[in-house]
T-cell receptor, first 115, second 114 residues
Framework: EPEVTQTPSHQVTQMGQEVILRCVPI?????FYWYRQILGQKVEFLVS????????KSEIFDDQFSVERPDGSNFTLKIRSTKLEDSAMYFC?????????????FGPGTRLTVT | AQSVTQLGSHVSVSEGALVLLRCNYS??????LFWYVQYPNQGLQLLLK??????LVKGINDFEAEFKKSETSFHLTKPSAHMSDAAEYFC????????????FGQGTELSVKP
């Protein structure tokens, strides 16, 4: 069964460093998402991406964040200058369409630890 | 603004007992509602969804949920818990006119005792 994959599973970085979290969505999917979950808190929507551009972003997704689909298979989330409060589990998701009948498939997540 | 509240961050049941995980939503327009499950070291997996058809929705592994508009609830139930049901469960809402963004509750960890 096709699945969304994410690498690395765990990333440790120092405050102020740039990190890139990578996701490989399911191959025929057209809509891509990033969510994050700070330890003990809710899963929060960050951004959605379609047709090579951001379709929606949350207040969390400020200028420090960017997304890219560099090669037609990977979908990346970049944090330009990490802060302690960026420590969280980051989930990538993809779906074939955007209607309610289209399931979002989630990857296993990348745990980002900023020290 | 829409939101989701899951009552109880941790629920413990005995094997064979009824599972009831509570979810209440707040939405100004008709919502789509979802339950996801997360097993350790895995991604979120869709259990079931409500998309304005039948109010009683059946999902995988004998889970079901009932949409009750009057109570703004979408509680998840399973008649008989299995050890393999131990996981984190997330309720989520999506608005039909707001793209694919999911808004999640804080999650409920289900433990199953032998």
């Amino acid at each position: 069964e096709p699945e969304v994959t994410q690498t690395p599973s765990h990333q440790v970085t120092q405050m102020g460093q740039e990190v890139i979290l990578r996701c490989v969505p399911i191959s025929n999917h057209l809509y891509f998402y990033w969510y994050r979950q700070i330890l003990g808190q809710k899963v929060e929507f960050l951004v959605s991406f379609y047709n090579n551009e951001i379709s929606e972003k949350s207040e969390i997704f400020d200028d420090q964040f960017s997304v890219e689909r560099p090669d037609g298979s990977n979908f990346t989330l970049k944090i330009r200058s990490t802060k302690l409060e960026d420590s969280a589990m980051y989930f990538c998701a993809s779906s074939e369409g955007q209607g309610a009948n289209y399931e979002q498939y989630f990857g296993p997540g990348t745990r980002l630890t900023v020290t | 603004a829409q939101s989701v509240t899951q009552l109880g961050s941790h629920v413990s049941v005995s094997e064979g007992a009824l599972v009831l995980l509570r979810c209440n939503y707040s939405s100004s327009v008709p919502p789509y509602l979802f339950w996801y499950v997360q097993y350790p070291n895995q991604g979120l997996q869709l259990l079931l969804k409500y998309t304005s058809a039948a109010t009683l929705v059946k999902g995988i592994n004998d889970f079901e949920a009932e949409f009750k508009k009057s109570e703004t609830s979408f509680h998840l139930t399973k008649p008989s818990a299995h050890m393999s049901d131990a996981a984190e469960y997330f309720c989520a809402v999506r608005l039909y006119n707001q793209g694919g963004k999911l808004i999640f509750g804080q999650g409920t960890e289900l433990s199953v005792k032998p």
